[in-house]
């Protein structure tokens, strides 16, 4: 399979700390991407890693990727309680739009 | 821009019944895709269209789901009988096209409770 994992399952932390999730995967991709799930609510898309590049950055996230130990780490500072969700790694497999998820992780912020 | 619509939002049915969810997805997005959510787990893909086309169904039950995309636009996802280890969020998501990288757009999804 190619679902990833994430690491660690859980994770709180107090509002105005950083969070740092990640995740593994198995096979070689194109991209990875990086989605947030709020209770009772879709996956919204956060930000996306093309193979070829080892860290990106969009207001309060940072992303990196080590295509050559297949992982990925998601870092949210100076967290808010609205960041309370779970976070989710997407891969795709070569040539395709196919997304394979990993098992999430579930972050809470206290306020 | 309207996102992408799921209805109904919640389902319960009783095992051996058939349910349907119907997706709408923005406009002029060519890929639709379905997944399944069971709970405390990732969505796992079911099915994607390319517009009217499927282009990979290779995880669906094909014994007792099906769906369609028959004018490329909305979608149905049929489970028929339904099995309690069917329960789950169904989650609709669509592309513009279905290059790799094409950021996907998710509904809000249809809970599933088979009794």
């Known amino acids: 399979s190619q679902q990833g994992e994430e690491d660690p399952q859980a994770l709180s932390i107090q509002e105005g700390e950083n969070a740092t999730m990640n995740c593994s995967y198995k096979?070689?991709?194109?991209?990875l991407q990086w989605y947030r799930q709020n209770s009772g609510r879709g996956l919204v898309h956060l930000i996306l890693?093309?193979?070829?590049?080892r860290e990106k950055h969009s207001g309060r996230l940072r992303v990196t990727l080590d295509t050559s130990k297949k992982s990925s780490s998601l870092l949210i500072t100076a967290s808010r309680a609205a960041d309370t969700a779970s976070y989710f790694c997407a891969t795709d497999g070569r040539g395709a739009n196919n997304l394979f998820f990993g098992t999430g992780t579930r972050l809470t912020v206290i306020p | 821009e309207a996102g992408v619509a799921q209805s109904p939002r919640y389902k319960i049915i009783e095992k051996r019944q058939s349910v349907a969810f119907w997706c709408n997805p923005i406009s002029g997005h060519a890929t639709l895709y379905w997944y399944q959510q069971i709970l405390g787990q990732g969505p796992k893909l079911l099915i994607q269209?390319?517009?009217?086309?499927?282009?990979?169904d290779s995880q669906l039950p094909k014994d007792r789901f099906s769906a369609e995309r028959l004018k490329g636009v909305d979608s149905t996802l049929k489970i028929q009988p339904a099995k309690l280890e069917d329960s789950a969020v169904y989650l609709c998501a669509s592309s513009l096209f279905r290059q790799a990288g094409d950021t996907q757009y998710f509904g809000p999804g249809t809970r599933l409770t088979v009794l």
């Open positions: 890693i093309r193979s070829n590049e």
């Open positions: 096979t070689s991709i194109n991209n």
């Open positions: 269209f390319q517009n009217n086309g499927v282009v990979d």
